[in-house]
């Protein structure tokens, strides 16, 4: 009884507590990386002709249209799930990117802050770890974190694939970008991997790509 008691008069005397608190900001659920429907639709281009990939490097997109910047986080806050669709590679195609890519399928996010110099420079500061992408294809999957990833407001959420995924829609104008970890004279090539991977490492993003778009998200609740 005397325990009973006890802990009865700590549960008052912590609802009286949050009665004499302040209300705050609540927090929200947001997607980050979400857009409304676009044209042409923003679909992975495999299994068609071409059957293109992100391969072997960490980006991220700049712009779809009118939409600038829509990775950065808009309010501090923890990341706990990712969101990517996927294209259905066939299986030459599988095989052919398996064979030149560095294996098997696989990605998963890493957050990135810009620093100031050089330009278009940004540290890791967080990263998930990779999934293995084939038993999705042709799907879209939501992956939850064991471990979430704290970040600030302005942080970036890119892409980080190891060897390659089937998440580039193909088909816009020259307006919609994304912008990928490689040496500034490696753009046109995925023979070395750039995946930017050792937290803290600063790592310039001078490759920017036109006409495409990476297809992920993710999932941020933020600090109330």
């Not at 008691?5 to 659920?29: D, E, H, K, N, S």
């Not at 059957?51 to 600038?68: N, P």
């Not at 540290?123 to 992408?133: C, D, E, I, R, T």
């Amino acid at each position: 009884m005397p325990l009973m008691r006890r802990t009865a008069a700590a549960i008052l005397a912590t609802a009286a507590l949050c009665l004499a608190l302040p209300a705050g900001a609540p927090a929200t659920l947001a997607e980050v990386g979400v857009l409304p429907p676009t044209t042409p639709p923003t679909v992975p281009s495999c299994p068609t002709t071409p059957c293109l990939a992100v391969s072997r490097t960490t980006g991220f997109q700049v712009k779809v249209g009118a939409a600038h910047n829509f990775l950065a986080v808009p309010r501090s806050g923890t990341i706990v799930a990712w969101t990517i669709t996927l294209g259905k590679p066939n299986a030459s195609q599988i095989k052919f990117f398996n064979s030149n890519e560095g294996g098997t399928s696989e990605a998963g996010i890493a957050i990135l802050r810009q620093v100031p110099k050089p330009n278009l420079t940004y540290k890791l500061v967080a990263q998930s770890p990779p999934v293995m992408l084939q038993p999705y294809f042709g799907k879209t999957a939501q992956f939850a974190l064991e471990t979430t990833l704290p970040v600030r407001k302005h942080d970036v959420v890119a892409l980080s694939v190891p060897t390659w995924a089937p998440a580039l829609a193909l088909g816009f104008g020259k307006e919609t970008s994304w912008r990928a970890s490689r040496p500034r004279k490696q753009c046109s090539s995925t023979s070395s991997l750039s995946t930017q991977t050792q937290i803290g490492s600063p790592v310039q993003y001078y490759c920017l790509y036109q006409t495409a778009r990476l297809t992920y998200s993710a999932t941020l609740i933020s600090t109330p």
